[in-house]
């Protein structure tokens, strides 16, 4: 039984995170329902019946296959009973009220931790999801629940499999009565509360649910210890999938700020969006910031010091120099596990998604091949973990999105997590942000951006035009459009210049570093050639060199212009220290002209 199979037979089905290498495919470290939480953002609300539509969808995860959660419900006509014998739940508890015959004719599914039985949904009553109503460990899944289904793998590396090939049987109406019956009273005659009626947070408000419950029990008297432990327990049991404990205890901690008794006016938007980006800024104490760097594994190289797992880099350069020839060569170079020449790389070998807005299809190959006599031959071979995405002209923008750059995003995010890359390259983000491009239209990409990062532990790189520079000058962070924005939000940027002297040149220089100390500084750019001597045009690396020799030298006219500038500036009273790495002079350049008598 496959998940097409589940569709045809007309139980609507989404893909659930599975299991590779013993961990959940999330690859959370922290993850708290393994192998058992929706794949897609969509999750529960993507199930569907349709054959072609859940073929399609599932056919997505070739790299690890997913699990598949059915979709209990009217809409699959399905009702699960859930048996928990490894926490003690007990079958004969429901021969109480059901004959145990009528249990064992049913569809049975053994699960992780003992088993399900797959019940038709009742005509005109609806089943709603309960823990322990039926007895104790036994819950019942029904409108708005799921259940992972055979031959989805559990976490301990044991499948879900059939136990019998029954057919389904109707829920029995023992069982609609046992769960619409009254809540038993308790001894003492009190009205036990409602819990064994425990409502499921489902994506989507589950921040919304949790911060109201949070609000209720700091009315009640709750410190802020005993508001996260309530809701870290309310948030294993209650929401589904659960929340990240981070996010949870951000809710505790903004609800404790209200005093003991006082009813919260709890600004719900806030608390919801607080997981994501409520704050540009991040306060802590100095010393939480060096226990934190201590803990911190030592980032490896993906390009030399140029760009280093978990980072977002920016590579820059003037338009032609070749960025799109350097970034499919770190792409391949990482896909194949092979470092370029010179430059060092520690990462391990793994998938790359390459946003590709540049090259068409047939460009792109001839980049990759040998001409002769006008024919294309002899075609380089990639690694199949190089995915290379392109924009689809075909799709037409679905309703709920109300402009192409959401869709875009939204695209993007579906890609990464369905492809379950790490490592990203979008070339370009000129082309990704709207046409009136200002520095500020880069906050919401550099934003998402540093979102997917975030929650896809993802290592991006990300390529950007510059304007034409002055090639009098050394490259510096200003030659970046946008310069200030992107930086702020970049973690490294590198940038390509053209030698002067010799147009096949290249260097590399960094311009912006997050750990470690500038290797490819000013007076040590890594020269390069740009060459192709068989199939693939590539960077190869000559030799370390001060980037002074290559930029362009002035002739007589251009030199008196300078000196005049360099003049200026002093008269304003800039140092000449500052005057000569303005404009990229030695010192004693900047005090040889402010002597000349013109
Ligand atoms: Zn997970």
Redesign the pocket.
């Known amino acids: 039984m496959d998940a097409l199979n589940y569709a045809k037979s007309g139980f609507a089905v989404f893909p659930l ?1 599975a299991v590779k290498d013993g961990r ?5 470290s922290d ?1 708290s ?3 058992k ?1 929706p794949r897609t953002v969509h999750g529960l609300t993507q199930a569907s019946n349709d054959p072609s539509f859940v073929k399609n969808l599932f056919s997505c995860f070739t790299y690890s296959s997913a699990n598949i959660g059915i979709r209990t419900g009217k809409e699959s006509n399905l009702v699960v009973v859930d048996v928990d014998t490894a926490k003690g739940g007990r079958i004969e508890e429901l021969y109480n009220f059901v004959p145990k015959d009528a249990l064992e004719k049913t569809l049975r599914v053994k699960t992780g931790g003992g088993f399900h039985l797959y019940f038709l949904y009742p005509p005109n009553v609806e089943i709603r999801n309960s823990t322990d109503k039926l007895g104790n460990k036994i819950d019942v899944r029904g409108e708005g629940g799921y259940v992972v289904a055979p031959p989805s793998m559990h976490i301990s590396g044991k499948p879900y499999e059939f136990l019998n090939n029954n057919k389904l049987l109707p829920f029995p109406q023992a069982f609609v009565e046992k769960l619409n019956a009254a809540e038993p009273k308790a001894a003492n005659g009190t009205e036990r509360s409602k819990s064994n009626d425990l409502e499921t947070y489902f994506n989507g408000n589950r921040n919304d649910s949790l911060a109201r419950v949070a609000g209720k029990l700091r009315h009640a008297g709750l410190s802020q210890s005993e508001l996260e432990t309530a809701l870290l327990k309310i948030n294993a049991e209650r929401c589904q999938p659960p929340l990240e404990s981070k996010e949870v205890l951000q809710i505790a901690r903004s609800i404790a700020r209200y005093d003991v008794g006082q009813e919260p006016t709890v600004d719900f938007e806030t608390i919801k969006n607080a997981g994501d980006f409520a704050s540009l800024l991040l306060t802590k104490t100095a010393n939480a910031c060096i226990e934190e760097a201590k803990l911190a594994p030592t980032p490896k190289t993906l390009f030399d010091d140029f760009w280093f797992e978990g980072e977002i880099c920016i590579l820059f350069a003037d338009t032609g120099l070749g960025k799109s020839v350097l970034a499919v060569q770190i792409a391949d170079s990482i896909t194949k596990h092979s470092p370029i020449g010179h430059f060092a790389l520690e990462a391990a070998k793994q998938t790359v998604l390459f946003f590709d807005c540049e090259l068409s299809q047939k460009q792109f190959e001839k980049r990759y091949a040998v001409k002769q006599d006008d024919i294309l031959t002899n075609h380089y071979i990639f690694d199949n973990s190089f995915l290379r995405c392109v924009i689809n002209r075909r799709a037409a923008m679905p309703k709920r999105f109300t402009n192409f750059e959401d869709y875009l995003f939204f695209s993007l995010e579906y890609e990464v997590a369905r492809t379950e890359t790490r490592i990203l390259i979008v070339d370009n983000i000129t082309y990704l942000k709207s046409q009136t491009e200002t520095a500020k239209d880069a906050l919401p990409l550099m934003k998402e951006l540093n979102r997917l990062k975030d929650k896809y532990q993802l290592s991006i790189m990300a390529l950007a035009h510059t304007p034409k520079r002055d090639m009098t000058r050394p490259i510096s962070v200003n030659d970046l459009q946008g310069s200030k924005m992107l930086s702020n939000f970049a973690d490294s940027i590198f940038a390509i210049g053209q030698s002067a002297k010799d147009s096949s040149l290249r260097y590399l220089k960094q311009i912006k570093v997050r750990s470690e100390e500038k290797i490819y500084h000013e007076e040590n750019v890594a020269l390069c050639q740009l060459i192709k001597p068989d199939n693939f045009l590539k960077f190869e690396f000559l030799t370390f060199r001060n980037e002074r020799e290559h930029l362009k030298h002035l002739n007589e006219k251009d030199k008196a212009e300078l000196i005049e500038k360099v003049k200026n500036l002093s008269a304003q009273g800039k140092k000449q220290r500052e005057i000569a790495k303005e404009f990229g002079i030695s010192l004693g350049a900047v005090n040889k002209y402010l002597n000349l008598k013109i």
């Open positions: 995170h959940c495919t999330c690859a959370k993850c329902s393994p192998a939480h």
